[in-house]
């Protein structure tokens, strides 16, 4: 048993359904998030530039005692996986495997799409992994205005409708029946890209499949939290206005975060502010 808070990373807001997803399924489990807001968005950044902040939030949060990372990130998980899983002695999960498996399994005509931020389509990371399986033709659509909306709370407004329809057309028109949503902000888009794909494509999303993963990692290595544990989830943002983190995270989980604290990333002596719960 351990009852250390699970770490969870992203480079603004959208980790927040990832870590919604893991405290539903892990309700006895602390979560530290840390939203690297002072970088966002990592999508049209350098990969040079996306694994050096990576890598600093990532040792802010071993720093702080967590037992398990949470690369909360599609662009930062193309990035440093494999430095990170070089780099620590705890266990890291990433977004993106788990939303192949989902998706290969979830195919019926073997043509998949994959829509996400210009970094993560420009690395291939989804297309590789995808591709491996003969059977699969894979189409792939940087949408980098959707981060934008989510960052700014707008998810349900005419002009998301209309970006969508245009980023969405050529998925279309290629008919494919199985959506990898490939970055942890398109969630809060789901209304809109499932109206413009259509009843007949099936959305994937990283949350659940990710949270599924942490569970099976916790419980291999005897790391879940003891019955009698009194979870905690505290907040961090490294830049921007703490109180708007707290406004955009109420409007976009429909849950009370009542603390956020504004922290440097690559520092080590953090001050310590109130834990709060969802």
Do not use: W
């Amino acid at each position: 048993m351990d009852n250390a808070p699970i770490g969870i990373f992203d480079s603004g807001v959208g980790g927040l359904t990832v870590a919604r997803a893991i405290s539903d399924q892990l309700p006895r489990e602390s979560i530290l998030y840390i939203g690297d807001t002072v970088h966002s968005p990592y999508g049209p950044k350098p990969i040079a530039d996306v694994r050096r902040y990576s890598l600093e939030v990532l040792d802010d949060l071993v720093a702080q005692g967590v037992k398990m990372l949470v690369i909360a990130c599609n662009t930062a998980s193309a990035a440093v996986l494999r430095d990170a899983r070089e780099r620590y002695d705890v266990p890291v999960v990433e977004v993106i495997n788990p939303a192949v498996r989902t998706a290969i399994s979830t195919t019926r005509s073997g043509r998949v799409g994959v829509i996400g931020t210009v970094g993560t389509i420009g690395s291939r990371a989804y297309q590789d992994m995808l591709e491996v399986n003969a059977r699969l033709t894979v189409h792939a659509q940087a949408c980098p205005r959707f981060v934008e909306f989510v960052e700014a709370g707008v998810t349900d407004s005419p002009e998301v409708l209309a970006v969508a329809e245009e980023y969405l057309a050529p998925l279309r028109h290629a008919g494919v029946d199985t959506l990898v949503l490939g970055c942890t902000h398109y969630p809060f888009l789901k209304g809109a890209i499932s109206y413009v794909m259509g009843p007949d494509v099936s959305l994937v999303a990283s949350d659940t499949e990710t949270a599924n993963d942490v569970y099976r990692q916790l419980v291999s290595r005897d790391l879940l939290a003891g019955p009698d544990a009194e979870p905690t989830h505290v907040y961090e943002t490294t830049g921007g206005s703490p109180d708007e983190f707290i406004r955009l995270a109420h409007r976009l989980l429909g849950r009370e975060v009542r603390d956020v604290r504004l922290v440097h990333t690559g520092a080590i002596d953090i001050p310590t502010s109130e834990e709060t719960h969802d």
